[in-house]
């Protein structure tokens, strides 16, 4: 019912985000696009199916693997604060990407695939690194991912302040965010795998109730919580890794979307799942439409909105409400 | 080996098809400064201009009313503000370009994201990308620009006159001695130029020395030690604004004594308009650069 709820969410902000923009373009225009082609002018058509199109999809599946990312982290760990981008994967595709464009490569497909690789090498380098205290205490991970995120922020200022390509510019709008320039091959990418993400992922959602109820009692349910936990954090790095390399880095999503999935509808993973993914793509789609559209016709990235938007908002939700973490 | 032959036949099939084909009527094929082939329908009536260099350059040709779309900083002339902007030219917004239904788009080299022209492309629009790194390049890329637009005569009208004003200024410091300049284009931190830049270009080519060409980073951070060692015979503040913070940048220079230039009250503020862009005011820049490192030039002879 709800996933239902949220799917319509869904269609209904793709419709809005489609109709906003720099170029004012009504609603009719926009549905006659994919009614009646004949009755638009060539630069709406263009403007609606290669600049606006590409780039709604884009927003919702990197709003939808990051979120899911955050929940599955958070449940995995057992910590509030996991997330994608504290584990490492920000600095890891962001590293990456520094090193693709310094070798001469594109932002078109080379760059991503280095960001793609530097997310999942970092993100395997902090499982590895607190690989042993994993079991244990969770916080293990957390200070690996932070500590692995200093050091590769540091390498990137250094290339940033000492090379002489000027492309590097660029990268600050990556940094931050940045899906001006999606393209239709990357969501034809994306989405295979994070739909076959989502599939996996949900078939563990059991495992992660269980492991909610604490370590020791999963297992004694017969949870075998250490392969649970390999499989799903190298989904999740998968899924993320391959989105960040196309979107930059987009802060928040993987932390707010998921936390307020909980504090609406509790702690039951089944139904956590599809909300926070739905969640998340319609959360970055709306924080998208913004970004483009606020200071028009100059761009925001999109990672400002998030953080903008989502940090007073969680504050709010947090002294209102309460999070279930605190409660449990 | 026959799939080898096959493919080069094609080849050639395709080649010579290219060579003695039917041609549409109007459209001309243009190979800009990175070598894409860029093909044109009659010439263009409606252009987006995607540097601010090269609004000034479309303006310095009369092309002005065609424009219609520029960046943003597009500041020069003062009739380029009234233009819709489209973005800065780092960070193009690329819907509102294929709004203004241009026929022709103009980027540079290094200013604009690939990405953002392969989008533009594929939208079908024409996207002539220019290259202009050094001072002597400004009239080529102008020449080039005025073919584009087929105002062939009056650009290479233009683009010799941009070329002798600077074979005036290397003719008249040929045989004076070199100072050596520093060049600051940011007061805090305090960051000058290397030789792979057009600055240098202009204190080369106006007689002088850039204290900072051996830097290993195209825009070294410098600290005033650095300066003292160095020695520099003129300092020149490349501003964007008169007055205010870069007078006070000036003021900081005027406690150290023991580099020459301040000893020798050579110190200059300069607009860096004319000094950063690779547009036809980057001659005036030129000439203004060269009458401060050689005052005698400007008493002698006028180089305008």
Known sequence: MVSLALTLALAAAVLVSLVCGTAKISFMDVLKVFSDESQVKEATRLIILRIRLPRIFLAGLAGFTLSLGGLVFQGLLRNPLADPFVLGVSSGAAFGAVVGIILGFSFGLGVPVFAFLGAVITIYLVFVISGRGMGVESSTAILAGVIVNAFFTAVIMFFIATSSEDRLHSMLFWLYGDLSQSRISYSVIIAPVAVAGFFLLYSFSRHLNLLAAGEESALHLGVDVQSARVVCFLVVSLMVGLAVSFTGLIGFVGLIVPHLARMIFGSDNRLLMPVSALGGALFLIAADTAARTVMSPSELPVGVITAFLGAPFFIYLLKARGSRWARR | ?304
């Open chain 2, 1 to 304: 080996m026959n799939r080898c032959v096959c493919t080069l036949m094609a080849v050639l099939l395709i080649l010579i098809y290219g060579l003695v084909g039917p041609r549409e009527a109007m459209a001309e094929t243009f190979v800009d400064a990175v070598g894409r082939h860029v093909r044109i329908n009659g010439p263009p009536k409606r252009i987006v201009s995607l540097a601010p260099s090269v609004t000034e350059i479309l303006y310095y040709l009369g092309l002005g009313d065609r424009i219609v779309g520029v960046t943003m900083f597009s500041d020069f002339p003062r009739d380029a503000l009234a233009k819709p902007r489209v973005g800065s030219y780092a960070h193009l917004n690329v819907e509102r370009i294929l709004e203004l239904e241009p026929d022709l788009a103009v980027g540079t080299k290094d200013g604009n994201e690939p990405n953002a022209v392969a989008l533009l492309e594929q939208a079908g629009l024409p996207v002539y990308i220019v290259n202009p790194r050094h001072v002597e390049d400004v009239a080529d890329t102008l020449f080039s620009v005025a073919r584009l637009c087929r105002v062939e005569e009056k650009g290479k009208r233009l683009a010799e006159s941009l070329t002798s004003r600077i074979k005036a200024v290397k003719e008249a410091v040929k045989n004076l001695p070199k100072p050596s300049v520093f060049i600051q284009i940011n007061i805090k931190p305090i960051i000058s130029v290397s030789r792979h830049t057009i600055h240098n270009d202009v204190i080369r080519l106006a007689g002088g020395r850039n204290v900072m060409e051996d830097a290993s980073v195209t825009y070294p951070t410098v600290s005033v030690e650095e300066l003292l060692a160095r020695k520099p015979e003129v300092i020149i503040i490349s501003s964007m604004e008169r007055g205010g913070r870069f007078e006070k940048a000036k003021r900081e220079w005027m406690i150290w004594k023991s580099i020459p230039a301040v000893r020798n009250n050579r110190v200059y503020l300069v607009n860096s308009d004319i000094l950063d862009r690779p547009s036809p005011r980057i001659i005036d820049g030129l000439e203004t650069v060269a009458r401060l490192l050689h005052p005698e030039i400007g008493r002698n002879q006028r180089t305008e």
